[in-house]
C-alpha cells in the first residue's frame, strides 16, 4: 500500500474507483477484487454455510479512505447499509493524519471459555481441588489443537469462580484462559472447554453442565488514540449554509458530547452504537462474527457498574483534540467465513494485515474515527444535515428513481427540504 489518500474517489464510477484501488495498493500479489463484483459467495456456496438456504442478500462494500495506523497507511473495507458511514471515518482519518494517524495497541489474543460446575457440595473445597491441579489440567487443554500450538496459541491459564445465590443456589464457574493467536476462537475454546469438563467433574465431584466460550473478551482488547490538532477542526468558511465554526469550538462541543455519554446511559448507548457502526462494518467486511463482538462491546462498557461511554474525549497541553477508544475484539483472519468467503478474504488482503491482532488495531481506529464524526456533526450543525443528500437518495430510489433521475429527485428534494417518499413520486413524476 503506498498511500491511502485517493483525490476524487467519491465522484468516480465503481469501475475507475477498483482500479484505483489496485494502483493504490501495489502488491506483489494484489487481492482478487472480483470477489466484491459479484459479492462473493454463489448459492451453493451459501447453502454450505447455513441451513435452509434459499439465496443470497447483499450489502454495499465501500472503502475508507485516509487511515493511517501504526504509521502504515491502509484502505479499509466497510460493508454496512447506512449512508454518511464510510465518508464519516474517511474525513476523520483525514484530519487525524495531520496528528499522526491512529496509534492503535492490543493485549495478547486471550480468550475465556467458561465451565459451569453444578451439584458440587462444598464450594470452596472444590476451588481448591481445580487449583490443585491447575497445571494437569492446563497441559491436557494446551494438547488439544496442535495447530493452534504450532503457531504459539495455547491454553494459558486457569481461574475459578464460586457463585454463592444464584436460583439454583450456589456453583462453581472455572475460566480457562486460551491464546487463540489469529482465529476468532470460538471453535478451539469450545472443544477445549469439552474436553476438560470430565477432569473437573473428576476432581470436584459435580457435574460440568455448560462449557462454552465468553463473548466478554475482556482479555483480547484493542485500544486506540488520535490527537487531532485543534486548528484542524475549524469548518464553515464559505461553505453554503454552515456558519464557520472554530477549532476550539469544535473540539470543546465534542469533549461535551463525550461528558454526556459518559454519566447517561440513554446517551452512552447511541454514541457505542456510534462507535459500532464503523467497527461492524469492518468486521462484517472480514467474515467476523459481528454479534460477538456487539455482545462483547456492551458488557465491556458497563465493566465499572454502569453503562457509559467506550470512548473518552479531551484535550492535551497545547489544546489538542485527544480521542481514546479501548473494547474487546476477538476477531480472526483465519477459519470460519473469513477463510471460505472470497469477499472477507479479498477484505483481509487489501488491508494487508498478516495477524489477527492488526486487524484489530484498524477496526479499533475506525470505530474512534466512526465515533468522532458523529460528535462533530452532532456538536455542531447537527446530524439531519449530512444525512440529509445521502438519505434523499434511498428515498428517491424507494420512490421508483433510476439512474440518473435518483440524483435529481434526491437534489430537489434537499433543496426543497422535504425528504419524503411521498414528494420523492410527485418530483418523479413531474421529471
Ligand atoms: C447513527 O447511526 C449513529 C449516531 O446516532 C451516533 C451518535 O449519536 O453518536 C449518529
Not at 401 to 417: D, L, N, T, Y
Request: aromatic share 4%; charged share 20%.
Amino acid at each position: 500500500m503506498t498511500t491511502s489518500r485517493i483525490s476524487g474517489f467519491y465522484n468516480m464510477t465503481i469501475e475507475e474507483r477498483r482500479a484505483k484501488i489496485a494502483d493504490a495498493l501495489a502488491a506483489p500479489t494484489p487481492p482478487d477484487l472480483g470477489a466484491w463484483t459479484s459479492g462473493g459467495i454463489s448459492a451453493d456456496a451459501a447453502d454450505h454455510m447455513i441451513e435452509n438456504v434459499v439465496g443470497l442478500h447483499s450489502l454495499p462494500l465501500g472503502i475508507a479512505l485516509n487511515f493511517q495506523v501504526n504509521g502504515r497507511d491502509v484502505l479499509v473495507p466497510m460493508t454496512l447499509e447506512e449512508p454518511s458511514v464510510v465518508a464519516g471515518a474517511s474525513f476523520m482519518a483525514k484530519l487525524a493524519r495531520a496528528g499522526g494517524g491512529y496509534q492503535a495497541t492490543t493485549t495478547d489474543p486471550l480468550m475465556i471459555g467458561q465451565m459451569q460446575v453444578i451439584n458440587v457440595t462444598n464450594l470452596n473445597e472444590a476451588k481448591l481441588k481445580i487449583y490443585e491441579k491447575k497445571a494437569e489440567l492446563l497441559e491436557e487443554a494446551d494438547s488439544i489443537d496442535p495447530i493452534l500450538k504450532k503457531f504459539g496459541g495455547g491454553a494459558r491459564d486457569l481461574e475459578v469462580r464460586t457463585f454463592d445465590n444464584s436460583p439454583i443456589g450456589g456453583f462453581l464457574v472455572v475460566h480457562l484462559i486460551y491464546d487463540v493467536h489469529d482465529a476468532m476462537g470460538a471453535n478451539a475454546v469450545n472443544t477445549a472447554c469439552e474436553r476438560l469438563a470430565p477432569k473437573i467433574e473428576a476432581i470436584t465431584g459435580g457435574k460440568v453442565h455448560l462449557r462454552i466460550l465468553s463473548n466478554l473478551a475482556d482479555r483480547r482488547i484493542a485500544r486506540a488514540r488520535c490527537t487531532i490538532p485543534v486548528k484542524e477542526l475549524a469548518f464553515g468558511k464559505g461553505e453554503s449554509g454552515t456558519r464557520p465554526y472554530s477549532g476550539e469550538e469544535v473540539r470543546d462541543g465534542i469533549i461535551a458530547a463525550y461528558a454526556f455519554a459518559a454519566v447517561d446511559p440513554y446517551r452512552a448507548a447511541t454514541h457505542n452504537k456510534g462507535i459500532m457502526n464503523g467497527v461492524d462494518s469492518v468486521v462484517i467486511a472480514t467474515g467476523n462474527d459481528w454479534r460477538a463482538i456487539e455482545a462483547g462491546a456492551h458488557a465491556y462498557a458497563v465493566k465499572n457498574g454502569h453503562y457509559t461511554s467506550l470512548s473518552t474525549w479531551g484535550k492535551d497541553s497545547e489544546g489538542n483534540l485527544v480521542g481514546t477508544l479501548e473494547m474487546p475484539m476477538a476477531v480472526g483472519i483465519v477459519g470460519g467465513a473469513t477463510k471460505v468467503h472470497p469477499a472477507a478474504q479479498a477484505a483481509v488482503k487489501l488491508m494487508g494485515v498478516k495477524t489477527a491482532n492488526e486487524l484489530a488495531e484498524i477496526i479499533v481506529s475506525v470505530g474512534l474515527a466512526q465515533n468522532m464524526a458523529a460528535l462533530r456533526a452532532l456538536a455542531t450543525e447537527g446530524i439531519q444535515r449530512g444525512h440529509m443528500s445521502l438519505h434523499a437518495r434511498q428515498v428517491a430510489i424507494a420512490a421508483g428513481a433510476e439512474g440518473e433521475m435518483i440524483e435529481k429527485v434526491a437534489a430537489q428534494m434537499v433543496a426543497e427540504k422535504v425528504v419524503r417518499i411521498d414528494r420523492a413520486e410527485e418530483i418523479l413524476k413531474s421529471l
